[in-house]
């Protein structure tokens, strides 16, 4: 079966999309081909495939996400950008709209041009001081889980991260990704804040296991901790990544998260179709 695709990327986070409403290719199937195109050098190379389905309820369209690896991730914020321009340039939503993903309706919006913002899903659970101990350190970290099930995403403070190599940082992330404190794995953040008030984050993905040039749902989880802790005011924060910027919207109300938004760049970079001669279902 030759496959139709569209690569896209959002500040350096990549995926592969889809329109599964022609092929109706199951879970399964879409396991095994997320695995095998996912992987770089051997095929087409990509952090992630997203599939576009059709859906039941008062929604656009439906989001599943693969990651790399093949397991299903419950949501990608960058990945989410993108499928919202893709289902906009595609025609098969305006420039404002409403999907399902794994983890709850996410509403999108084509601002201008390029320039895409997702309203993510919100936090369902919250631990801003959680010590964990590696290698008898103990390390003090922020706990989110975005949506239901949740996406679970740890944040740590790390000085000196702009001059600091991945390798560095490989053991302990892994340590903490695993870690028996976290149940169902996480993504960690390290971040810093700068003289400027940005903040620079680095994140290790679960799923793809690797360092990864953007995590737009890791990055709106250091800015909400930061927000949530007081240690950022202003309920816009810039987080630098090193696939560029992402802008974190932080709307509260009587104490509670009611609105986190996602805001940054998207990038077209080819359509094809899928010849992989090494691919078997």
Same mark, same amino acid.
């Given at each position: 079966?030759?496959?139709?695709?569209?690569?896209?990327?959002?500040?350096?986070?990549?995926?592969?999309?889809?329109?599964?409403?022609?092929?109706?290719?199951?879970?399964?199937?879409?396991?095994?081909?997320?695995?095998?195109?996912?992987?770089?050098?051997?095929?087409?190379?990509?952090?992630?495939?997203?599939?576009?389905?059709?859906?039941?309820?008062?929604?656009?369209?439906?989001?599943?996400?693969?990651?790399?690896?093949?397991?299903?991730?419950?949501?990608?914020?960058?990945?989410?950008?993108?499928?919202?321009?893709?289902?906009?340039?595609?025609?098969?939503?305006?420039?404002?709209?409403?999907?399902?993903?794994?983890?709850?309706?996410?509403?999108?919006?084509?601002?201008?041009?390029?320039? @895409?913002? &997702?309203?993510?899903?919100?936090?369902? !659970?919250?631990?801003?001081?959680? #010590?964990?101990? $590696?290698? /008898?350190?103990?390390?003090?970290?922020?706990?989110?889980?975005?949506?239901?099930?949740?996406?679970?995403?740890?944040?740590?403070?790390?000085?000196?991260?702009?001059?600091?190599?991945?390798?560095?940082?490989?053991?302990?992330?892994?340590?903490?990704?695993?870690?028996?404190?976290?149940?169902?794995?996480?993504?960690?953040?390290?971040?810093?804040?700068?003289?400027?008030?940005?903040?620079?984050?680095?994140?290790?993905?679960?799923?793809?296991?690797?360092?990864?040039?953007?995590?737009?749902?890791?990055?709106?989880?250091?800015?909400?901790?930061?927000?949530?802790?007081?240690?950022?005011?202003?309920?816009?924060?810039? @987080?630098? &990544?090193?696939?560029?910027?992402?802008? !974190?919207?932080?709307?509260?109300? #009587?104490?509670? $998260?009611? /609105?986190?938004?996602?805001?940054?760049?998207?990038?077209?970079?080819?359509?094809?179709?899928?010849?992989?001669?090494?691919?078997?279902?």
């Amino acid at each position: 079966m030759n496959i139709q695709f569209t690569k896209m990327q959002g500040l350096g986070n990549d995926f592969i999309i889809i329109d599964n409403r022609q092929y109706n290719l199951s879970s399964q199937q879409l396991q095994v081909l997320a695995k095998k195109i996912c992987a770089r050098r051997l095929s087409i190379g990509s952090d992630g495939l997203m599939a576009l389905e059709n859906t039941d309820d008062h929604t656009d369209f439906r989001m599943i996400f693969f990651n790399s690896d093949g397991s299903i991730g419950e949501m990608c914020g960058n990945g989410a950008r993108c499928i919202a321009r893709y289902a906009y340039i595609k025609g098969i939503a305006g420039e404002r709209m409403t999907f399902d993903t794994t983890a709850g309706i996410v509403t999108g919006e084509v601002i201008k041009d390029r320039m @895409v913002g &997702v309203l993510l899903n919100l936090p369902e !659970i919250i631990e801003l001081d959680k #010590k964990v101990s $590696v290698n /008898q350190t103990d390390y003090r970290v922020s706990y989110i889980e975005l949506g239901n099930p949740g996406l679970p995403h740890v944040s740590l403070e790390y000085k000196g991260l702009k001059d600091t190599d991945n390798k560095s940082l490989t053991g302990i992330a892994t340590a903490l990704r695993y870690h028996d404190a976290f149940p169902k794995g996480a993504n960690i953040n390290f971040y810093e804040i700068e003289e400027d008030l940005t903040v620079t984050a680095r994140t290790y993905e679960r799923g793809v296991e690797d360092f990864t040039l953007a995590c737009g749902t890791g990055s709106a989880c250091v800015a909400l901790s930061l927000y949530l802790r007081k240690e950022m005011e202003g309920d816009l924060i810039r @987080v630098n &990544v090193p696939g560029g910027s992402l802008d !974190i919207a932080i709307r509260m109300n #009587k104490g509670n $998260v009611t /609105q986190l938004q996602l805001i940054g760049d998207t990038n077209i970079i080819a359509e094809g179709i899928v010849l992989d001669e090494d691919l078997v279902y």
